[in-house]
């Protein structure tokens, strides 16, 4: 019988990889790290460009009057992705599971999509502090250097469509904040039980250390760190912006966000500027942060394609996150 999936949606380092072990530990989930599975095959269907070895403009044309062709056009083409996507979770779960979890962060880019393809799936938002986000994604994947520009794309387009999701389809999600399912995991997947319409955990179910996840990617730092729920990266984030330079790019980047998204995700822009002005600063990176913030602003200007893309977007009044 084949299994129903569910979409954990998030920016990368919100805690998705703890909450999926945690979901992972009931026996109708089955999981894998992060699938990646659907982004190349819906965000075909998507306007906008991508950079590749094909012209991806041309074959997103092609794609669109291909689907003119067929009896229920776009419609045709998202039924066959999700029954392919199916098969295949399907295939890749325990026998008897009920559910396969898919959590790939950049499903930001097609959360829509996914929604449309799978109308009976269930879908689970998971917010987190924006800033410990941010410090999170650099301390992790960049050294800790202040290199922003490098997440463009999860920071500001992942952090829109997240939101407009929720604006959007509200009703149809399961929202969470990440601090609340370390602060009060048991409450907190009571609740997901009961949306998942899944009987809660006996007492004998797999500890957090025991689930181990089939893949390389995902969150194998927090992994090794943490053997069970925690609250000490609550505060972690701080340390990521103690400069002159780190903290005065996240004020700008709270007040892009503004206080009514900030409120719907959860958190305060008042809140968070308080946290961010009592940060101790330390005068030894501003040279680093300095010329990182100065590197990345000359390799966006000297990236002639991207430069190319950008000022298009310009002529149309329209925003550009592209990856790089």
Not at 285 to 304: A, F, S
């Amino acid at each position: 019988m084949p299994v129903r999936p569910i979409f954990l949606f998030s920016l990368p380092r919100s805690g998705s990889t703890l909450l999926q072990r945690l979901l992972a530990r009931h026996e109708a989930i089955s999981t894998a790290s992060e699938p990646w599975l659907l982004l190349p095959l819906l965000q075909a269907t998507c306007p906008g460009r991508l950079y590749s070895q094909y012209n991806h403009d041309l074959a997103g044309t092609a794609l669109a009057e291909f689907m003119q062709q067929l009896p229920q056009g776009r419609g045709d083409y998202l039924a066959a992705v999700a029954k392919l996507a199916t098969e295949l979770y399907s295939k890749a779960s325990s026998p008897g599971a009920k559910f396969f979890l898919d959590k790939t962060p950049r499903y930001h880019l097609v959360a829509r999509e996914v929604i449309e393809a799978f109308p009976d799936a269930k879908i689970i938002l998971l917010w987190r502090n924006p800033l410990a986000v941010v410090a999170s994604q650099l301390a992790t994947n960049r050294g800790g250097r202040f290199l922003p520009y490098t997440i463009k794309v999860d920071l500001y387009q992942g952090l829109e469509n997240l939101v407009h999701l929720q604006q959007e389809r509200g009703d149809q999600l399961h929202v969470l904040r990440y601090e609340d399912l370390v602060r009060r995991p048991e409450e907190e997947l009571s609740r997901l039980w009961r949306y998942l319409e899944l009987p809660e955990l006996p007492p004998d179910s797999k500890a957090l250390d025991e689930i181990k996840l089939s893949g390389s990617l995902g969150d194998q730092t927090g992994v090794e760190k943490y053997q069970q729920v925690e609250t000490a990266s609550l505060e972690a984030w701080k340390d990521g912006f103690a400069s002159p330079v780190r903290k005065a790019w996240a004020r700008r980047y709270l007040q892009w966000i503004g206080a009514s998204r900030l409120e719907q995700m959860g958190y305060g822009l008042e809140e968070l500027t308080a946290q961010v002005k009592q940060i101790p600063s330390a005068l030894s990176r501003l040279p680093l942060d300095c010329w990182d913030v100065l590197q990345g602003t000359l390799l966006t200007m000297i990236n002639t394609r991207d430069l190319r893309d950008r000022f298009q977007d310009l002529k149309k009044g329209e925003k550009s996150y592209m990856i790089r």
